[in-house]
């Protein structure tokens, strides 16, 4: 639902999972519909979102527009018994997120964050180091995410009508890769450089925990950062490289200092944008007939939903939907 550039992504990695097959897509615009089906080999395309949405031939829809669309897109698929799995930042606000969940309860029907990095070969043998204790005490999470958006700049990158800005974009994977080593905050400190337009060009954010561990967060449309993690304990340190959320990134870990960096090997697929796991996931959720991700929870999504909303209070980034 919604044929933009991830969309396109998700289509393509799907190619590499086995037991699904792209039947159709859905724009608001048929001659892009048309387009994108015959790209990736799907029967048919939808001229509207609603007539996929009510199509037979759909069991699973994946929703890929912006921010302020899954709300609504969501509680469509789910009106019309379709298992949904909607794209990151999940809804504008906690509020929508707990109105879409209580929802797919009630009809008993799977849904999930795309929160794609959580299913990757490198997350899995993070969390794998992590549990086996290799760092010591880890007092400190230090995550960037930042660069210069291409020109033209995408509407959604900084309408506010489309809950654009950084957090909501990039600076999720900084709270998220935050909260997956070190848990939800006590507390939450964080300031914005707004855009032309008001949403957040640059925020930095500030966790802390009552141990004395703290992450350091800092999410830019207006700075070249390093998109980088890294993972400081009290008996070595854990860097995931360029692109730390994604397929690309690689794990280096350093014992003592920065000369005794020593590669840790991830076995993952020759091919595909990394998308392919999370879709996967979400084939084995419907083959065992579940509602809910075991991996993604529903209390996953809403603690970082939440997360987030607390960040966006702290440094003045609102939306609308704030207000309803
Ligand atoms: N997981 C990841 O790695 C990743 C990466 C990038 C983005 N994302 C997320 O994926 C979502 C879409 O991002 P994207 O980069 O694919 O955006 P995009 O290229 O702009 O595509 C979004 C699509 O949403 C549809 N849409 C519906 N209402 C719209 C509106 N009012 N304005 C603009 N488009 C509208 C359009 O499809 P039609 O014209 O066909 O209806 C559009 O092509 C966002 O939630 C974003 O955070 C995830």
Redesign the pocket.
Known sequence: M??????AKFASDLRLVDDAVLVACG???KH??DAFAERFSAAHAFDSYEALAQSDLVDAVYI????S??YENTMLCLENGKATLC???FAVNSRQAKEMIRFAREKKLFLME?L?TKFLPQYRKLQEILQAGTLGDIHAVLVNFGFMPRTPT???VFDPA?AGGTML?IGIYNVFMAMSVLGRPQSIEACMKPAYSGVDEQCAVLFRYDNGAMAQLFSSFMSQLPIEADICGTKGRIKLTHRFYSLDTAIEYYPDGPESRQAIDVIKDAEGHGYQYEARHVCDCLRKGLAESPVMTHADTLSLMEVLDEIRRKSGIRYAEDRE
Request: glycine letters at 8%; aromatic letters at 4%.
């Open positions: 919604g044929c933009g550039n991830i969309a724009s608001r615009d892009k519909a890929a527009t912006p921010h669309c899954h794209e990151k930042a795309a794609w995408p509407a959604r489309l974009d």
